[in-house]
């Protein structure tokens, strides 16, 4: 199975501030690498899919980049909406497999 | 729309079974593929069953391997997983989520359910 690591596994953050989170895949995945969302108590949400392609109605405060086993996720100013906790996810083969996550906090 | 609705969850003791069910609707079920995703109480995400648009390719993470069967019907568009033989880690809310694509891979999941709890304990 192909491991995905996150990191850091939670960050203090003011709203504001840019804040990147990376993603390390155990091989390499091209660019088969997506983002998610989640808010305590709510289903995750898709941020960012195939690497670096922004989803629909999700602001641009937010990218992606990477391919192969490298991938960031960054927020270029913090949004008081966006204290959650985020997700990696391969989609490169089976099983699929996820981050273990990031939580995001207010400083 | 596209909405996913999730069913059947509930407490269980161990060792028993429980049926999951979710109802799709606003999009052509039949061209997608779908998974189910679970997360357990304070933890993060694990794809525990994926099924193919047409449902001849399952896969399933070795954690429930032999006790889960994930399984769809087209005509109804609802997707569902059989598990048995349920254990205390299984406790976790489900989701179910629809694929970008009628490929299992390659693609991402998008929308999820808002999942349904299941609790085992005796």
């Known amino acids: 199975d192909i491991q995905m690591t996150q990191s850091p596994s939670s960050l203090s953050a003011s709203v504001g501030d840019r804040v990147t989170i990376t993603c390390r895949a155990s091989?390499?995945?091209?660019?088969?690498l997506n983002w998610y969302q989640q808010r305590p108590g709510k289903a995750p949400q898709l941020l960012i899919y195939?690497?670096?392609g922004l989803q629909s109605g999700v602001p641009s405060r937010f990218s992606g980049s990477g391919s192969e086993t490298d991938f960031t996720l960054t927020i270029s100013s913090l949004q008081p909406e966006d204290f959650a906790t985020y997700y990696c996810?391969?989609?490169?083969?089976?099983?699929?497999?996820f981050g273990q996550g990031t939580r995001l906090e207010n400083k | 729309e596209v909405q996913l609705l999730e069913s059947g969850g509930g407490l269980v003791q161990p060792g028993g079974s429980l049926r999951l069910s979710c109802a799709a609707s606003?999009?052509?079920?039949?061209?997608?593929?779908m998974s189910w995703v679970r997360q357990a109480p304070g933890k993060g995400l694990e794809c525990v069953s994926i099924?193919?648009?047409?449902?001849?390719?399952?896969y399933y993470a070795a954690s429930v391997r032999g006790r889960f069967t994930i399984s769809r019907d087209n005509s109804k568009d609802t997707l569902d997983m059989q598990m048995n033989s349920l254990r205390d880690e299984d406790t976790a809310v489900y989701y179910c989520?629809?694929?970008?694509?009628?490929?299992?891979?390659?693609?991402?999941?998008?929308?999820w359910g808002q999942g349904t709890l299941v609790t085992v304990s005796s």
């Open positions: 989520a629809k694929h970008s694509s009628g490929q299992t891979t390659y693609n991402w999941f998008d929308p």
């Open positions: 606003g999009f052509t079920f039949s061209n997608y593929a």
């Open positions: 099924i193919s648009r047409s449902g001849d390719s399952t």
């Open positions: 091989q390499s995945i091209g660019t088969y």
């Open positions: 195939a690497a670096s």
């Open positions: 996810q391969q989609s490169y083969n089976n099983p699929i497999t």
